[in-house]
């Protein structure tokens, strides 16, 4: 896990290194993939001076929208696409954008240092973010109200989340909205009756609990090998789609070098999993 020190809302990272000959890659989405895209760029733009890559957040949704206004090279996401979008893409562009897995990440459930709960299932957590469970001694812990953040509905975290665990359901009303998974993250260290969800790499601050598939499952912990074994209930591919026909020079080769060995180095060293050896195309 890496402290992070700020809350990220929308960052930009455009760094020149005074090449005069340059390419553009413009990254844009996730929320969740934007410390990652960030190391990437820099890592990579410090091997290859004539490249330069932007990187900007915002929610997957934002960045679906910007591959089908073609105002972006790459879409990182924390979802896959959907049939709706692929159709604009195809109206945009004429073909399906190709999308590759670039990372792994067990998404966790966190709440505040002190809270005495260590572990809950998926469906208490199901239950407990569509407001049917409101107070924590429902799940274990003191008797107190249940503060529930989440993120806002552009976000594929927020999306992953509200098909694979409430099930389609809505979230309770009284959720707070947060711009952001650092955001979720420092609200929760904040408050002890709190809970939030995000990504691995966000974890300093909080605790995170461990989940168990039904109430006959173990707890088990969002670790990377728990995660690649697939026995952490709540896991997911981070992806990076583009354009078939920018697929090509500056653009290709950054997308191979993101999974390789030293790109999946990058994914180990911000705090998400890197895939499988099976699964790094090249």
Same mark, same amino acid.
């Given at each position: 896990?890496?402290?992070?020190? #700020?809350?990220?809302?929308?960052? *930009?990272?455009?760094?020149?290194?005074?090449?005069?000959?340059?390419?553009?890659? *413009?990254?844009?989405?996730?929320?969740? !993939?934007?410390?990652?895209?960030?190391?990437?760029?820099?890592?990579?733009?410090?091997?290859?001076?004539? %490249?330069?890559? #932007?990187? *900007?957040?915002?929610?997957?949704?934002?960045?679906?929208?910007?591959? #089908?206004?073609?105002?972006?090279?790459?879409? /990182?996401?924390?979802?896959?696409?959907?049939?709706? @979008?692929?159709?604009?893409?195809? @109206?945009?562009?004429?073909?399906?954008?190709?999308?590759?897995?670039?990372?792994?990440?067990?998404?966790? $459930?966190?709440?505040?240092?002190?809270?005495? %709960?260590?572990?809950?299932?998926?469906?208490?957590?199901?239950?407990?973010?569509?407001?049917?469970?409101?107070?924590?001694? &429902?799940?274990?812990?003191?008797?107190?109200?249940?503060?529930?953040?989440?993120? &806002? /509905?552009?976000?594929?975290?927020?999306?992953?989340?509200?098909?694979?665990?409430?099930?389609?359901?809505?979230?309770?009303?009284?959720?707070? *909205?947060?711009?952001?998974?650092?955001?979720?993250?420092?609200?929760?260290?904040?408050?002890?009756?709190? +809970?939030?969800?995000?990504?691995?790499?966000?974890?300093?601050?909080?605790?995170?609990?461990?989940?168990?598939?039904?109430?006959?499952?173990?707890?088990?912990?969002?670790?990377?090998?728990? %995660? +690649?074994?697939?026995?952490?209930? +709540?896991?997911?591919?981070?992806?990076?789609?583009?354009?078939?026909?920018?697929?090509?020079?500056? %653009?290709?080769?950054?997308?191979?070098? $993101?999974?390789?060995?030293?790109? #999946?180095?990058?994914?180990?060293?911000?705090?998400?999993?890197?895939?499988?050896?099976? !699964?790094?195309?090249?």
């Amino acid at each position: 896990m890496k402290k992070l020190t #700020q809350i990220i809302l929308a960052i *930009t990272l455009a760094v020149s290194f005074g090449s005069s000959a340059h390419a553009d890659i *413009t990254v844009k989405g996730s929320d969740t !993939l934007v410390i990652l895209a960030q190391k990437w760029a820099e890592t990579y733009m410090g091997k290859n001076r004539n %490249v330069k890559i #932007q990187v *900007t957040g915002g929610g997957t949704g934002t960045g679906f929208a910007a591959l #089908q206004n073609r105002t972006t090279d790459l879409c /990182n996401a924390s979802r896959k696409i959907k049939s709706a @979008e692929i159709a604009k893409c195809i @109206e945009a562009f004429g073909k399906r954008p190709t999308e590759y897995k670039v990372a792994l990440d067990g998404l966790s $459930i966190y709440v505040a240092e002190e809270n005495p %709960v260590k572990a809950l299932t998926v469906d208490q957590l199901g239950r407990i973010f569509s407001g049917k469970i409101k107070n924590w001694k &429902e799940v274990g812990g003191n008797d107190a109200p249940i503060t529930v953040y989440s993120r &806002e /509905n552009s976000s594929g975290t927020y999306e992953f989340f509200k098909e694979y665990v409430l099930k389609g359901k809505d979230f309770v009303a009284s959720a707070q *909205t947060m711009p952001g998974t650092a955001a979720v993250l420092q609200a929760v260290a904040k408050d002890r009756n709190g +809970i939030g969800y995000g990504g691995a790499a966000y974890g300093a601050g909080a605790k995170h609990l461990a989940i168990k598939k039904d109430e006959n499952s173990p707890a088990v912990e969002p670790t990377e090998d728990n %995660v +690649i074994k697939g026995t952490y209930p +709540i896991w997911r591919y981070l992806y990076v789609y583009v354009n078939p026909a920018l697929d090509k020079g500056d %653009v290709a080769a950054y997308l191979n070098w $993101i999974r390789s060995d030293a790109g #999946q180095q990058v994914v180990k060293d911000v705090g998400y999993f890197p895939l499988p050896e099976n !699964l790094r195309e090249k």
